[in-house]
């Protein structure tokens, strides 16, 4: 795979059992570079989409997290764990055989939409300088402030009766449209505690970030033993579906390579292109102006 261009965007899914810095160590061998990062962070356990960024490209990986995601996931209800995951160990359990539909759908209702959401104490926030999880794992009590999230659709899918080793637990598939910055797992908790038998994930699967979708990823498999070359959208190609879009002039495009702001029509983020060519991402500025957010050319 030592013909991929030499900056753009790979779509990944991420297999399961490796964490998304192992994603990256392997791209970097085979894109032969080591400028190489990824736009959010999926854990281990979890696969699906990671967008990959390869050289210069890496300067669009910070606003592409930005986007809304998709994700599918099996809530376990019956069974809290320590990571709020299928990954930690149990600490509490309450059989839960079956669960009413109409109940589950009000405590759905209540997680959907603008919410305040503690995040999972084994989370990467950082606290006093320190990752949550490293400091929870080391038996310090770690303590969260809820943050705010926008879940635009939390829907039911599969309602199943299971049995582990020790209670009769129900599993419930669900699919989750939601904000960046939005923990699936603390849903499967907080989902599981308002019931009253506690919760946790046990499944989770990322199906798209912003207007990128697993359909499109490098399947796992090619990981370990690619067959063809790296599918890579240039960077021009991947912010043009992913914001915005104005064509600069001649003119407008020697302005941006030295980063000048511009009269130009933005309301948003948006990606300014020259001859298909990214050149920057601009945002609203005052009285109508543009302002660079980040540039790519000099």
């Not at 990959?52 to 209800?77: C, F, M």
Request: net charge neutral; charged share 20%; with cysteine.
């Amino acid at each position: 795979m030592s013909d991929a261009p030499a900056a753009g965007i790979v779509i990944v899914d991420k297999p399961s059992g490796w964490t998304s810095h192992q994603v990256v160590g392997r791209m970097r061998r085979l894109a032969g570079t080591r400028k190489v990062g990824h736009a959010g962070t999926l854990d281990p356990m979890a696969t699906g989409v990671l967008v990959v960024g390869l050289n210069r490209a890496t300067r669009l990986l910070g606003h592409l997290a930005g986007h809304d995601k998709t994700y599918e996931a099996t809530i376990r209800l019956g069974q809290a764990t320590f990571t709020d995951d299928a990954e930690g160990e149990v600490i509490s359990e309450t059989p839960a055989p079956e669960v009413d539909r109409d109940l589950l759908n009000r405590e759905v209702a209540t997680l959907t939409g603008d919410i305040l959401q503690t995040p999972s104490t084994v989370s990467a926030i950082k606290v006093d300088g320190q990752r949550a999880y490293a400091r929870a794992r080391r038996g310090e009590t770690v303590e969260l402030a809820a943050r705010p999230v926008t879940v635009t659709s939390f829907r039911v899918v599969d309602i199943r009766s299971a049995r582990t080793r020790t209670v009769p637990v129900t599993d419930v598939d669900v699919v989750v449209d939601c904000s960046t910055g939005t923990y699936i797992r603390s849903l499967a908790r907080d989902l599981g505690q308002a019931l009253g038998v506690g919760g946790h994930l046990t499944a989770l699967r990322r199906t798209r970030v912003g207007p990128f979708g697993v359909s499109e990823a490098l399947p796992p498999g090619e990981l370990d033993a690619p067959t063809g070359p790296l599918p890579v959208l240039s960077p021009g190609e991947a912010a043009a579906r992913a914001f915005p879009t104005l064509a600069l002039s001649a003119s407008e495009a020697a302005a941006v390579r030295h980063g000048r702001p511009l009269p130009l029509p933005v309301e948003t983020l948006t990606a300014l292109l020259f001859e298909g060519e990214l050149y920057a991402l601009y945002e609203p500025g005052e009285r109508g102006s543009a302002l660079p957010a980040a540039v790519f050319v000099s």
